[in-house]
């Protein structure tokens, strides 16, 4: 099944509308978290979904791995349409779709020890039993840097660190193609974040699976990404290869985002300029019309009318390299909003 | 050199548990300049939070604490609770993580704001509101007049967290403690609420102590840094020096820790990882708390508690074997 060599994930037009208020509440309305999401994930490949809180980017997470039923749109799972399949005929396809949660406090059950806990996936999948899936959990524990004595402690005996450390050995222990990471470090300590990415790093090049790495932090999303979307309001605003969108990020949100990004380092940090945004992210329950970042945008001027009333599409800028902006075009670069990325680099190395 | 405004001398807290004596804070001395930006830095446990809280006695009745905070000459510590309430949010006030659960939720903001105003300052009730209003545009808040009837749920994050500002500025305090100001926000908005900081730093000279763990939110916005590590002070020093030259074993392997953005291409580095993990706070080494995890440690460091000593101008570090170049 997973033979073939396309894309292990592929999201087209991906739709998810929350239904909110009620007979209490008086009025209802409907939250619109995800709006048109198009991407794939390569065999292999780790994809950085960025965005702001409200982004939709979590909401993604949960329709790709079907814990919530997309309104709209495809997704397919090494091809076979996944979209609206029943729980019963999604169980073969979990084995190929694992999770990592943000927090490893509540998302290990206190009551499991730890080989417990990393064993369930292959107990509950009836793939090995006894002696074999002993093997499987000491073998996999190991690959995740935990002490072999672990697997017989309960969760609430380990570190942050150790936890999170549990919760990958479960996710990689039956081998998935994909594996979605929402925000798998940002409950974590500094000095276990860069522990965590380093593993997770090791132990993709090693086993080869594909990551869906979703997060708010655009650093972290350059130490591991491949490739990066960026999500605002439910919809992708720009996707490239993470050295592209560093180098030459084109959306103004892209703009913003990076220019806001704090860099540890008070001579590059005072001398960088950042464009803060004007307002808040705008209520998914009525998204703004045309370009759902024209409220905010700081190049409003130049793309209005188009962008009040049109919604921009996600269309190709250079190869690879797609930008959702009236400004954008194939070889017409944004205007840029700050010095060039380029710019920073040489200064912090100088 | 000018007296501080505040003069911290060997303050330790200590905690008084159904599991014995928890050790949060063991002999922590700091000054404050006025109008100065001191940024406090370690991770979860550290003791940061409770070395602040711990001046104007936020903590619960379980904490012992000991040692001298003189404020303005006077000690803090020695203070009756009643001098202390006029120093608590009147002269130095705290600005917290959370701006979603630090507001009441059943009042309005104004009411919030003003009942601090008519507290502290015993202005009217008109008073107060118009001074909300001031207070709300000084923290470049729209509409202030309007947003003073709304309710926190009302609110975006960001909003919350500038309501929080303003209320901590009402009494035009002198020291303004921000623990974890922009943790919860989102990054665009975390540039915004750093801005505001320094421009009421310039506009009204308030002295900040900043408690974060965010290396990055330090250079933008810090004079100068404390490192804290399991309850004591590991590296203090004037912020570009601290990056530029950091010394304690720890510090440098916090600042290796991050990844960066534009750190270039594909070299693809590893992040650099501290082994081990924080000692716990039941009993206090009389020892370096950092040697076990420690690159450099010999058995100097396992014996003796490491004295804080100057290595570079206004730069300490509580190591025998500090230095910029060695890895953890």
Redesign the interface.
């Given at each position: 099944m997973s033979a073939n060599g396309g894309p292990v994930l592929e999201v087209d037009g991906l739709v998810k509308h929350f239904p909110v208020g009620g007979v209490l509440a008086g009025r209802r309305g409907v939250v619109h978290a995800v709006d048109g999401v198009s991407f794939t994930l390569g065999r292999g490949e780790i994809l950085g979904l960025v965005g702001?809180?409200g982004s939709g980017k979590s909401t993604v997470a949960n329709c790709v791995l079907r814990l919530t039923e997309p309104t709209g749109g495809t997704i397919r799972v090494n091809g076979t349409d996944v979209t609206h399949l029943s729980r019963r005929q999604m169980r073969p396809l979990r084995r190929e779709l694992h999770m990592v949660f943000q927090d490893p406090y509540s998302s290990l059950n206190p009551r499991m020890t730890v080989g417990d806990i990393v064993g369930e996936p292959v107990r509950l999948h009836g793939i090995a039993k006894g002696r074999a899936l002993d093997a499987r959990v000491e073998a996999i524990i190991d690959t995740v840097g935990l002490r072999a004595e672990l697997r017989y402690r309960y969760p609430h005996e380990l570190?942050g660190?150790q936890r999170q450390r549990v919760g990958l050995a479960r996710s990689l222990v039956l081998r998935p193609s994909v594996l979605v990471a929402d925000e798998p470090v940002s409950a974590l300590?500094?000095?276990v974040?860069?522990?965590i990415?380093?593993l997770l790093?090791d132990l993709q090049r090693d086993m080869g699976f594909s990551c869906l790495f979703i997060t708010?932090?655009?650093?972290?999303v350059?130490?591991?990404c491949d490739r990066v979307a960026v999500m605002y309001l439910g919809q992708i605003v720009e996707l490239a290869s993470r050295?592209e969108l560093?180098r030459s990020p084109q959306h103004p949100y892209t703009q913003?985002?990076?220019s806001?990004?704090?860099?540890?380092?008070?001579?590059?940090?005072?001398t960088r300029r950042?464009i803060?945004?004007d307002g808040?992210?705008p209520s998914p329950l009525t998204p703004p019309s045309g370009c759902r970042f024209h409220t905010r945008c700081p190049l409003h001027e130049q793309s209005a009318p188009a962008s009040d009333e049109e919604v921009p599409a996600l269309r190709e800028f250079s190869r690879g390299h797609l930008v959702a902006c009236h400004l954008v075009a194939p070889g017409r670069p944004a205007p840029r909003l700050v010095e060039d990325?380029a710019d920073?680099?040489s200064a912090?190395?100088g | 050199m000018p007296q501080p405004l505040l003069d911290v001398a060997d303050l330790s807290v200590r905690f008084d548990t159904d599991d014995g004596m928890i050790h949060a804070v063991d002999k922590m001395s700091f000054t404050l300049g006025a109008g100065e930006v001191l940024g406090i830095v370690g991770e979860s446990g550290c003791g940061k939070s409770v070395t602040c809280m711990s001046l104007v006695k936020l903590l619960p009745e379980t904490a012992v604490i000991e040692g001298r905070a003189l404020f303005e000459g006077r000690d803090l510590l020695a203070m009756s609770s009643r001098d202390l309430r006029r120093v608590r949010g009147r002269q130095i006030s705290f600005v917290f993580q959370e701006p979603m659960t630090s507001l009441n939720p059943v009042f309005t903001v104004g009411r919030q704001i003003g009942e601090v105003l008519q507290r502290h300052l015993g202005l009217s009730r008109v008073e107060a509101r118009a001074r909300s209003i001031e207070l709300l545009d000084l923290v470049r808040i729209p509409a202030a007049d309007r947003r003073l009837d709304e309710y926190p749920h009302q609110l975006s994050g960001g909003m919350r967290q500038r309501v929080m500002i303003a209320m901590a500025l009402a009494c035009d305090p002198k020291v303004l403690v921000a623990d974890e100001p922009t943790t919860a926000l989102d990054v665009t908005i975390q540039a915004g609420i750093l801005d505001l900081m320094r421009d009421i730093r310039e506009r009204l000279g308030t002295a900040i102590i900043l408690i974060t763990h965010n290396l990055g939110v330090v250079a933008d916005i810090a004079d100068r840094v404390l490192v804290m590590y399991a309850g004591r002070k590991a590296e203090e020093s004037p912020v570009d020096d601290l990056f530029a030259h950091p010394q304690h074993p720890y510090t440098l392997g916090l600042l290796g820790a991050i990844p960066r953005p534009y750190e270039g291409d594909d070299t693809r580095r590893r992040l650099q990882e501290i082994p081990g993990r924080v000692p716990s706070l039941r009993e206090l080494p009389q020892a370096c708390a950092f040697a076990e995890r420690c690159r450099r440690a010999t058995e100097l460091c396992r014996t003796e508690i490491p004295e804080l000593h100057e290595v570079r101008p206004a730069h300490r570090v509580a190591c025998f074997h500090p230095g910029e170049n060695a890895a953890v």
């Open positions: 702001e809180s570190s660190g300590d500094v000095s974040q860069a522990s990415l380093n790093r708010h932090d655009l650093a972290t350059e130490f591991l050295t560093f913003a985002l990076l806001a990004a704090l860099v540890p380092d008070p001579t590059v940090q005072r950042r803060v945004l808040d992210i990325a920073i680099v912090e190395k | -």
